[in-house]
C-alpha cells in the first residue's frame, strides 16, 4: 500500500507571483470564494465547489463567465493531495483556460493543468487592474 506522499508525488510549485505573462496567457481572470462542496454529477474523479464569482478581471470573448454563483470543479486525487489547497470561505484568484472545462463535460469552471489557483491577498486588486490595462498589448 502506498503512502500519501507516494501516491501524490509532488505538487506542481504553486506560482505565488502574478504578472503580465500569466495574464495574458490565460482565458479568463476572476477573483471568488469557495463557499461550499457538493457531491459532483461525475462520479468520484471530480469534486464540485460551489464558488461565488465576486469579480471577473478578464474573460474570453465569447465566455458566458460573470459574477454570482457557479460551480469549480477540482479532481478528486488533486484534492486528496492538498493539490491545490482549497478551503471553504476562503477567496481564491483564478487563472484558468476555458478550453480544460469544454473538454471534461462538466459545467462550471475546471481546475485543470493550466489553472493557477492563488489565494486572494487584499493587495492584489490594484495590481490586477494594473495589469488589465496593459493587457491590452496581449495578443
Given at each position: 500500500?502506498?503512502?500519501?506522499?507516494?501516491?501524490?508525488?509532488?505538487?506542481?510549485?504553486?506560482?505565488?507571483?502574478?504578472n503580465?505573462?500569466?495574464?495574458?496567457?490565460?482565458?479568463?481572470?476572476?477573483?471568488?470564494?469557495?463557499?461550499?462542496?457538493?457531491?459532483?454529477?461525475?462520479?468520484?474523479?471530480w469534486?464540485?465547489?460551489?464558488?461565488?464569482?465576486?469579480?471577473?478581471?478578464k474573460?474570453?470573448?465569447?465566455?458566458?463567465?460573470?459574477?454570482?454563483?457557479?460551480?469549480?470543479?477540482v479532481?478528486?486525487?488533486?484534492?486528496?493531495?492538498?493539490?491545490?489547497?482549497?478551503?471553504?470561505?476562503?477567496?481564491?484568484?483564478?487563472?484558468?483556460?476555458?478550453?480544460?472545462?469544454?473538454?471534461?463535460?462538466?459545467?462550471g469552471?475546471?481546475?485543470?493543468?493550466?489553472?493557477?489557483?492563488?489565494?486572494?491577498?487584499?493587495?492584489?486588486?490594484?495590481?490586477?487592474?494594473?495589469?488589465?490595462?496593459?493587457?491590452?498589448?496581449?495578443?
Amino acid at each position: 500500500m502506498k503512502t500519501a506522499t507516494e501516491q501524490c508525488g509532488r505538487c506542481r510549485a504553486a506560482a505565488r507571483t502574478l504578472n503580465l505573462n500569466k495574464f495574458c496567457s490565460r482565458d479568463y481572470v476572476i477573483m471568488g470564494k469557495v463557499v461550499g462542496r457538493e457531491a459532483s454529477a461525475a462520479g468520484d474523479q471530480w469534486v464540485r465547489l460551489a464558488l461565488s464569482v465576486q469579480a471577473v478581471y478578464k474573460r474570453a470573448p465569447r465566455s458566458r463567465l460573470r459574477r454570482g454563483g457557479t460551480a469549480l470543479h477540482v479532481r478528486a486525487a488533486d484534492l486528496a493531495c492538498k493539490c491545490p489547497k482549497i478551503k471553504i470561505n476562503k477567496s481564491y484568484l483564478i487563472l484558468g483556460v476555458e478550453k480544460e472545462g469544454v473538454s471534461s463535460g462538466l459545467p462550471g469552471l475546471t481546475v485543470g493543468e493550466r489553472t493557477l489557483l492563488l489565494e486572494w491577498r487584499d493587495d492584489w486588486h490594484r495590481r490586477i487592474r494594473r495589469l488589465q490595462r496593459r493587457a491590452i498589448n496581449c495578443h
